[in-house]
């Protein structure tokens, strides 16, 4: 009877909104009239989905490297039942330069007022889509759950100088995170008319998905738009200016004009901003596969054309990590970590080099990574890139944002799921994210899902959800996960046994990556 009752209300809420706007009352839950217009979704189960709502005008034509304008309101009700194209990228999937969309799933009994949650996808700034992400059972905990498109490679980061002058008050070159900022806006606007609270809205990413909420977290023209942020695994930017640094605007620049020399178009003026406009879509995203960008990241090289985040002095003021410590972020509470085997990104191709990354430290490297000198170099490589990549970084980010007086919780990430843990030794990157949208499935198929893969599922979206629901991960019976303090080793680990809160296995080898950084800074 009380599921009766709220669909009731949800119901006549949308009834009034399509009044409101001088268009018929609807009694179907799954329709919703926003500003441009009405969409129909899909009632599934106990899960209403709304996919590939334009948020934007597609950027096509005079709009690319432009920042995202306002999508055009449509007269026919909008089909909401399947995700829009990605963006461009190498990867053999549904693409197009059209591709600014959002999508939303909420519990088909919604009121208003839930919470909202903005996932932002990872892959390194030059793939991902958000069609690879189920949303709908993270809705089932009561909030309601966005994905968003956004642009890619040298699509969403390239600042060819031109477009300074073409566009003066616009920033310049960072288009992806101006797409990520425009979805923000469209949710603050149009995410009611679902049954959403826009004064309560998350946003949370993995990978360069979570360097985006960074980024996010510490631009100037983004604040106001969430209420929390969820870093899983931050990368490009990452916790520590040094590592997988913004890109200076001048070398952004160049790399612009380079790219368009290699495709046979001189000069760095409006004729030919023209001519790279002109180029098709596909010759674009050449050579900037995943596996490219990162193979070049762990060279501490470039792709021709892609700078990833870029110093635009707009949008990007300043590298994270110099933000947090000036007070120039979002005074927001934070959820940060990373995984136990993450993305061992660098290069060394002995023991002696991999150490000499060290410096002054390199001895005391050996005793802590390798103190018998029986550890073979793959492991080493794993561990040692991990922990300067992400770890390491993910741990002093949170004890800025502690310093700051934010609320923050600090976590690791080491559960294999039961079917994978005769050949995994750890948590690899990413590899927390089904759990987090109590989805274990997706990683393993349905068939092989354990009763601690559902478990640990369960504890994991249920403080990810109470988060974004309260600023404050605990409840429900879930094991009580205390505030990150810096002064005390401590951290939560989600296990093969459980969640376990207790002193961090690898301090000491953190440790030293603070040595190495503190120093060097």
Known sequence: ????????????????????????????????????????????????????????????????????????????VLNAEKFGPS????????????????????????????????????????????????????ARQGVIVVSLNYRMGRFGFFAFPASATEAPDE?????GYMDQIAALKWVHENIAAFGGDPNNVTIFGESAGAGSVMVLLTSPLSQGLFTKAIMESPGIPTGRSKV???????????????????????????????????LPAQRIVEGTSAQQELAAL?????????????????LIVEPPEAAVAAGHQAKVPIIIGANDR????????SKEALFAMFGPHADEARKVYDPNGDVPLSELQQQ???????????????????WAGQPTWWYRFSYVAGSARQKMKGAMHGMEIPYILDSPGALVGNKAVTTDDKAMAAAASGYWAAFAMTGDPNGAGRPEWPRHDPSVDRVIDFTNKGVVVG????????????EVWDQQH
């Open 1 to 76: 009877m009380c599921q009766l009752i709220k669909l009731a209300i949800a119901t006549a809420f949308a009834s009034l909104l399509g009044a409101a706007s001088g268009q018929a009352a609807s009694p179907d839950p799954a329709r919703v009239t926003i500003g441009s217009g009405a969409v129909r979704g899909v009632a599934a189960a106990d899960v209403i989905s709304f996919k590939g709502i334009p948020y934007a005008a597609p950027p096509v034509g005079k709009l690319r490297w432009r920042a995202p304008q306002p999508a055009k309101p449509w007269h026919d």
């Open 87 to 138: 963006c461009m990228q190498t990867d053999e999937i549904p693409k197009s330069e059209d591709c600014l969309t959002i999508n939303i799933w909420r519990p088909a009994a919604a009121t208003a007022k839930l919470p909202v949650m903005v996932w932002i996808y990872g892959g390194a700034l030059v793939h991902g889509n958000s069609a690879m992400y189920p949303g709908e059972a993270l």
């Open 171 to 175: 920033p310049i070159g960072n288009y």
């Open 244 to 278: 997988l640094p913004v890109t200076a605007l001048a070398d952004a620049e160049k790399m612009a004009v380079d790219y368009a020399h290699s495709a046979g178009i001189n000069g760095s003026g409006a004729m030919a901003l023209a001519a790279l406009r002109a």
């Open 298 to 314: 762990a060279a501490d090289k470039y792709l021709v054309g892609v700078a990833g985040p870029i110093l635009d002095g707009k």
């Open 342 to 349: 993450d993305l061992a990104l660098g290069m060394a191709n």
């Open 384 to 402: 040692v890139f991990a922990d300067r990549i992400f770890l390491e970084p993910t741990r002093h980010f949170a004890n800025e944002t502690v």
């Open 503 to 514: 002193p961090d296995p690898v301090k000491q080898r953190i440790d030293l990556w603070q």
